[in-house]
């Protein structure tokens, strides 16, 4: 699992490791670690020709100290000042190394085979100034490959959120510890291919992070697997409120997930029953309403809904519910909140902006504090969708959850409903609320994944790969 940290929590894990070590130690490993990755980048050191973009603080200092060594290993180091002083030590070592200033910031960057990006790192708030602008867009503009330190300057370590003109790198070396802005978009999209330095931070970070992203074996010990004595009703029933007469296509989706999220069966309530039958026989069909359906474990109620009532009948109910689409419609909080089984929201930035009365923009600038709101306001476990899917829990001090899979080819209609019945089912399964939803949004971005190799894809190529996604996971 990769577990991010705010900055002051970083921070004060480095401030009682350097009260142990001489001074100027963990800027060497920072440092050391930093210059590694870059020769990997450069794959031949000696006559490369690298550039230091350096502020005045540490992050600036990190970079001269990397430059350094790259310098004694042969290569053309030169730094272009963007702060009222650089770090004084880092500049002596690098000068003592061989590097320079550079007179002419874009003659050297015009030939640069790296650029290294020593700007403001996680300190950095609102954007860069404006004299970095125009360096840091000639940078860009080169062929040379960018490399950030810690954090591309210019967006917000803690929140993702980029407040005016950034780096965009190709790479990032982060220190210690991954910080929530390198998971989360828009910063994301900036960081490029992210590595994580070890400085020696193990142990001095608190056990429960900021943010958190499972891999394979988390994900893995996650999933429902049936015994011996298992029957399809002890393996969970996901029931399904979803489609219309003008959407029964939703509800065809929404089965599709379902069907192949590890629960026993699926019991299909609303008006597109031929349409789901006349692709998925195995579903329990019934005309409603959800109250006489028939025993669940979970609802789903939402995807393709139009009108179609049964939201209320469903929220009444004693089982975990899933909301979606249709559904998010008109909630009211107060409800949500009084229910005795756990409520999940799977909205996209479109529908969470509607439900906390934003404009989209701003959900979509600041996901992390969306997401948060939303589940404590609804007292709900909240998977909010998009290009870095989040699922928050309700109560506090729990880490938020970042999807790491997915494929921008999943913006297509209708997989959004393959997600719901998909997450319902791992629901009625007995998953946990927020292992349920952190655990589809895997599922369902690695299916994306094998479905698309880079072409478009129909959300039923995504339902139709789950169970390769499933085998990729536990083995």
């Not at 009084?338 to 600038?365: I, K, N, Q, W």
Request: aromatic letters at 4%.
């Amino acid at each position: 699992m990769r577990t991010a940290y705010r900055v002051e929590t970083v921070r004060a894990a480095e401030a009682e490791l350097m009260a142990r070590l001489p001074e100027g130690a963990l800027m060497q490993r920072a440092a050391a670690g930093l210059a590694a990755v870059c020769a990997g980048l450069l794959g031949r050191v000696y006559g490369a020709r690298v550039v230091l973009l350096v502020g005045s603080g540490d992050n600036g200092g990190d970079a001269l100290y990397a430059g350094a060594r790259l310098a004694r290993r042969g290569a053309g180091v030169s730094v272009v000042p963007l702060g009222p002083r650089a770090h004084e030590a880092g500049l002596a070592a690098l000068r003592g190394a061989g590097g320079s200033v550079a007179e002419d910031p874009y003659e050297v960057l015009a030939g640069a085979d790296l650029v290294l990006d020593g700007i403001t790192g996680i300190g950095g708030r609102g954007g860069l100034r404006p004299d970095a602008v125009p360096v840091v867009r000639a940078a860009r503009g080169s062929d040379a490959v960018v490399v950030a330190v810690d954090l591309p300057s210019g967006v917000d370590a803690d929140t993702g959120e980029v407040a005016g003109e950034a780096v965009r790198a190709d790479a990032t070396v982060t220190f210690g510890a991954y910080k929530p802005g390198l998971l989360i978009d828009p910063a994301r999209e900036y960081a490029g291919a992210v590595r994580l330095v070890d400085i020696g931070l193990a142990g001095r970070l608190p056990s429960v992070p900021e943010l958190e992203a499972l891999q394979h074996e988390d994900v893995a010990r996650l999933l429902p697997v049936p015994v011996a004595e298992s029957d399809k009703y002890r393996r969970g029933v996901v029931g399904l409120v979803a489609g219309s007469a003008r959407y029964p296509g939703a509800a065809v989706l929404a089965v599709a997930g379902a069907l192949r999220g590890g629960a026993g069966a699926v019991r299909y309530v609303g008006p597109a029953g031929e349409s789901v039958l006349a692709r998925f026989p195995e579903t329990l069909v019934h005309t409603g309403p959800p109250g006489k359906a028939g025993r669940v474990q979970a609802w789903v109620i939402g995807p393709g809904l139009g009108d179609t009532p049964g939201i209320d009948d469903v929220l009444e109910s004693d089982v975990p519910v899933l909301v979606d689409a249709d559904g998010l419609r008109h909630l009211d909080p107060a409800v949500l909140r009084a229910r005795p089984a756990p409520t999940v929201l799977t909205p996209h930035a479109g529908e969470a902006a509607a439900l906390l009365g934003v404009a989209r923009e701003e959900v979509e600038a600041g996901r992390l504090d969306a997401v948060r709101e939303l589940a404590a306001r609804f007292g709900a476990t909240v998977l909010l969708k998009g290009s870095t899917t989040l699922v928050a829990g309700p109560a506090r001090g729990t880490p938020v959850r970042v999807n790491p899979t997915g494929t921008s080819w999943l913006a297509t209609a209708g997989s959004g409903d393959v997600l719901s019945g998909l997450t319902g089912s791992l629901l009625a399964a007995g998953l946990a609320p927020r292992d349920a939803a952190s655990a589809g949004a895997y599922l369902h971005g690695l299916a994306a994944r094998r479905a698309s190799r880079d072409a478009p894809i129909a959300a039923h190529d995504v339902a139709a790969a789950l169970p390769d996604a499933w085998r990729d996971v536990r083995d």
